[in-house]
């Protein structure tokens, strides 16, 4: 769950002229798109508005596991033993997302599939209820990143056997990334995109100010966005993407315990430590969107060791000991935060 957010529409418009600024809107991933853009002198609206579904489109038609004749559906529902040819883009996102699994040793897993079904946060929907020891051991047996092989030749990828991929912590960042690069190829330079509140952004406004986007306060009242006390943070993008995860409006209670959507693939149990949400800035929404969810997994204290060690821009909002929240960012954060 994402609760990153342009800023309201008054704020990302010219100061100058509202009307330089274009804003289009959409659907996607059961969630919504919308890009604000600078367009030059001829450009086609329409045109734009099109390419952009296309390209989000595009993405679904890969990577969903809600659709059952995607290409990702079809891959985890292949005959063990087999290699799978895989789309470019499909192939892209895999590709690193099985990287990022390696070099966090298992805490982000995109074949963690089997486990985010089993507590009721994937495509199957049923009644959120703990389940017991002997279904989690069964649904770690079909986990694990390292046995997917990938063949970067023919690109293709290798189903061993009831391995179940989920692609649903990068695919939307990789969304929002396809439809930059569809704006820069129109020649648009201007411009910041949203798809279900993670964003990248490029240019400035007319106005010469760089694009803002807030960070909602943990437990702010849904659609609440225009309301400074829901703003947790407001940061200033300039040829950045920020994505940020959180838990407090995807989970479940069961037996007095409350469970997360977060699953850690290493133990097959939600997260149980003091995050509420984490926000990620880098260079492209792929690269910030799993790693939310990885930093989630490892906690404050893994976490933060882990971004410090890699360079990695992050912003743990946790919950303190006296309910209040507590911020911890990492010096890259600090900096690339800066206005």
């Known amino acids: 769950m994402i609760f990153t957010f342009a800023m309201s529409a008054a704020s990302v418009a010219s100061a100058a002229s509202t009307n330089d600024v274009r804003r289009f809107e959409g659907e996607t991933m059961g969630t919504a798109w919308s890009v604000n853009a600078v367009l030059p002198e001829g450009v086609d609206g329409r045109a734009i508005e099109r390419g952009i579904q296309s390209e989000v489109d595009r993405v679904v038609a890969q990577m969903s596991t809600y659709e059952p004749e995607s290409d990702l559906s079809r891959f985890n529902r292949a005959p063990a033993g087999t290699w799978q040819t895989l789309p470019p883009e499909f192939f892209t996102v895999l590709r690193y997302a099985l990287s990022l699994a390696k070099e966090s040793n298992g805490a982000y897993d995109p074949t963690v599939g089997p486990l985010v079904n089993l507590w009721g946060f994937g495509p199957d929907k049923h009644p959120h209820e703990a389940p017991d020891a002997a279904a ?143 926000s990620i800035i880098a260079d492209d929404c792929m690269h910030a969107d799993p790693l939310g969810t990885t930093m989630t997994v490892l906690g404050p204290e893994e976490g933060m060791a882990y971004a410090k060690r890699h360079g990695i821009a992050v912003l743990f909002i946790v919950y303190g000991e006296d309910g209040r929240f507590e911020e911890r960012m990492s010096p890259a954060f600090r900096e690339m935060s800066k206005p």
């Open 136 to 278: 989690i051991a069964a649904a770690r047996s079909r986990v694990g990143w390292s046995k997917i092989e990938l063949d970067e030749a023919n690109r293709r990828a290798f189903q061993p056997g009831g391995i179940y991929v989920d692609l649903s912590s990068v695919a939307k960042g990789f969304g929002v990334d396809q439809v930059a690069r569809f704006l820069d190829r129109s020649g648009i330079r201007d411009y910041l995109v949203e798809v279900g509140g993670e964003l990248r952004a490029h240019g400035r406004k007319p106005d010469g100010s760089p694009w803002h986007v807030g960070i909602e306060r943990p437990g702010a009242a849904a659609g609440a966005v225009d309301n400074p006390d829901e703003v947790q943070r407001v940061v200033s993008l300039t040829g950045k993407a920020i994505a940020t995860s959180g838990d407090y409006r995807h989970f479940f209670a069961s037996g007095g315990k409350f469970f997360s959507h977060h699953i850690d693939p290493r133990t097959g149990y939600p997260v149980a430590h003091r995050v509420a949400s984490v």
